[in-house]
């Protein structure tokens, strides 16, 4: 799985101003509808937030080093899908390393995507546990260079 399929254009976020947790999700879910990662006839915004909700309550899906990675099987998907945001300010989010997160990678699948959801979700958190790569997303200038990041095809393994 490639992360140019997973981040469409428009699906990227840089110095979104939230307090908390729940107001991180519900800005990411409305962006996900907004740039098209999924289409408002397939799910809404509240569906998108309760169906990631659910998830949390399993257990936070903040890595540690500041990202985290909310993720849900949404309901008339046909691909996964990826939105990112970058925090004006880190927020508190119950990681597992109890640090704030700053990097947020938002994963969308569907209901039926049992391999397709889990190489998408090792695919982001391999580039997120890149170190350089977590300076450089937390470096970049604007919304299209972040975009440009996140879809470079290099390998997640490269030196």
């Given at each position: 799985m490639k992360t140019d399929s997973l981040f469409?254009?428009?699906?990227?976020?840089?110095?979104?101003?939230?307090?908390s947790k729940k107001?991180?999700?519900?800005?990411?879910?409305e962006m996900a509808v907004s740039c098209g990662a999924c289409a408002p006839s397939t799910a809404k915004a509240r569906d998108v937030v309760a169906a990631v909700m659910e998830r949390e309550r399993l257990g936070s899906t903040?890595?540690?080093?500041?990202?985290?990675?909310?993720?849900a099987r949404i309901e008339g998907l046909t691909c996964v899908r990826a939105v990112f945001a970058r925090l004006e300010s880190p927020i508190e989010y119950e990681a597992i390393d109890d640090r704030p997160v700053d990097l947020v990678v938002l994963l969308l699948a569907p209901i039926d995507a049992g391999a397709e959801h889990l190489k998408a979700l090792a695919k982001v958190s391999r580039l997120l546990r890149r170190e350089d790569m977590r300076a450089k997303l937390r470096s970049a200038p604007s919304v299209e260079s972040l975009h440009v990041l996140l879809t470079e095809t290099r390998s997640a393994n490269a030196a």
């Open positions: 469409m254009q428009g699906c990227v976020s840089v110095g979104l101003n939230v307090v107001q991180l999700l519900q800005e990411m879910a903040g890595v540690g080093y500041g990202v985290a990675i909310p993720h």
